[in-house]
């Protein structure tokens, strides 16, 4: 009796061991299949000949293509643009739904809607809006602000095409970090903000020295996957702007469809991983220092 007890016991002591890698298998797998070898199959491509020789003239290629600087800047510049543009918006929406006013739950359903919307939707709805026959300058000419409609997305006006572009991103990708910055609030205990509107601090007190640095885990996410997103940020540029405003993403595609040549897109899919995980590494060191500092 005394060894089924035992062995009973060892089994469990087992499971216990393995059941959390267990769980994880599936996801390993599925990261593994779907992300890690396909990531060594275009780093492969990037660096080899048909042949199988080793190469750096994909590289080359790349660096030396017309748009190539272009696409860097405007990745970079609609990056400074949207991603800080988007973390405040999100951070006034979240406040607003979590303050309990009326309405705020209507809000929350009206703010969610771009989740449901597809990237290229998104720029098709924008389209329809910044068009020359768009419904801005139908709205502008019928109040008398315009004589005739502006080009806004025309390659005459780089300002105005850039603007609509951050504009429609905003729009479209804002409610997700919304969506993680309200699970965020959340998780904030409500005797903290209680206790401190109780010693006399005001609204914006309050959301420096208590929301915000117990809401940098979530802010932390949300800047990851927004600068992630920002540097693939392609479909809503091609409906507004088609190759007029080259980004990195679709430098990739036109390489890899129209040029057909999968060496050079996969270069600019290494490149653009490159950046998006120095980035990573940024976020993480930052926000761990200022954690440190705050504890200390």
């Known amino acids: 009796m005394q060894a089924k007890v035992g062995g009973h016991k060892s089994v469990a002591r087992g499971l216990a061991a393995t059941g959390p890698y267990l769980l994880l298998l599936p996801s390993a797998l599925f990261l593994l299949v779907f992300f890690a070898w396909p990531m060594i199959q275009a780093l492969l491509v990037a660096f080899q000949t048909k042949e199988g020789q080793f190469t ?65 939707a998104a720029g098709i709805v924008w389209l329809a809006i910044f068009t020359e026959r768009g419904y801005l300058n139908s709205w502008l000419s019928g109040l008398g602000f315009l004589a005739e409609p502006f080009s806004f997305l025309s390659y005459e006006n780089p300002l105005s095409l850039f603007l609509a572009v951050v504009v429609a991103e905003v729009w479209r990708a804002t409610a997700i970090v919304m969506v993680i910055l309200v699970a965020g609030l959340q ?14 601090a005001s609204l914006w007190q309050r ?3 208590v929301i915000l640095p117990l809401l940098r885990p979530s802010l932390q996410v949300a800047l990851i996957l927004r600068t992630i997103f920002a540097f693939q940020v392609f479909a809503v540029i091609v409906a507004l702007a088609g190759k007029t405003m080259p980004v990195l993403a679709g430098e990739a595609y036109f390489w890899y469809g129209a040029y057909q040549n999968t060496n050079v897109a996969a270069a600019y899919a290494l490149l653009i991983l490159i950046l998006s995980i120095l980035n990573v590494i940024l976020y993480l ?5 200022q954690q440190e500092e705050v504890t200390l």
């Open 56 to 120: 750096l003239e994909y590289f080359r290629r790349m660096t030396g293509d017309l748009a190539f600087r272009d696409a860097v800047r405007n990745t970079l510049l609609l990056l400074v643009a949207i991603v800080p543009v988007q973390i405040v918006l999100a951070l006034i929406m979240a406040l607003l739904t979590l303050a309990r006013l009326r309405g705020s739950t209507l809000f929350l359903y009206v703010w969610a809607i771009p989740l449901g919307i597809s990237d290229l």
């Open 285 to 289: 060191r930052v926000v761990r220092v």
């Open 187 to 200: 998780m904030i205990p409500r005797d903290y903000l209680e206790a401190a509107e109780v010693f006399g």
């Open 207 to 209: 959301v420096r020295h």
